[in-house]
């Protein structure tokens, strides 16, 4: 467990002072968890001031010393990468199954009417729109992120 300096101690009372502002814990509540933080000579005792708050542990002990160790946090936590991952899972099955359904109306249309260029022409658009307009969603959502 590593010991704590007053910064550590200084980003966990702002911290406790941040969520309560947003509500979610009365005033009784911040007393205690910021004496248990006044208090704290270790990163566990930091943690239990912090227990139940989103993101709070990171925020106040793991960013800070991997961003002064030099490791390359910025804007890329754990939470961006799982949240970028489910983003394209999400467009990558909404893509699959629009290129499906295209599939199965193109051979329905075959065996209906028996080749067609038009048709061809009209699947491959078809298509081609669906892909773009999927990858569109991708970059729109990771340049905002």
């Given at each position: 467990m590593a010991l704590l300096g007053e910064a550590d101690r200084d980003r966990a009372l702002a911290l406790l002072r941040r969520h309560y502002a947003e509500g979610r814990f009365d005033h009784e509540e911040l007393g205690r968890r910021a004496d248990v933080a006044l208090r704290a000579r270790s990163s566990a005792d930091v943690w239990l001031a912090l227990r139940g708050l989103p993101?709070?542990?990171?925020?106040?002990?793991?960013?800070?010393?991997?961003?002064?160790?030099?490791?390359?946090?910025?804007?890329?936590?754990?939470?961006?990468?799982?949240?970028?991952?489910?983003?394209?899972?999400?467009?990558?099955?909404?893509?699959?199954?629009?290129?499906?359904?295209?599939?199965?109306?193109?051979?329905?249309?075959?065996?209906?009417?028996?080749?067609?260029?038009?048709?061809?022409?009209?699947?491959?658009?078809?298509?081609?729109?669906?892909?773009?307009?999927s990858w569109r969603a991708w970059r729109r959502r990771t340049r905002r992120a």
């Open positions: 993101n709070a542990v990171f925020e106040t002990l793991v960013a800070p010393r991997a961003l002064a160790a030099g490791t390359a946090l910025a804007g890329h936590s754990g939470l961006h990468r799982a949240k970028r991952l489910a983003w394209a899972a999400v467009i990558s099955f909404v893509w699959m199954f629009l290129t499906t359904l295209l599939l199965l109306a193109y051979a329905i249309s075959l065996i209906a009417s028996g080749p067609s260029l038009l048709v061809a022409v009209v699947f491959a658009a078809s298509w081609l729109l669906v892909s773009w307009g």
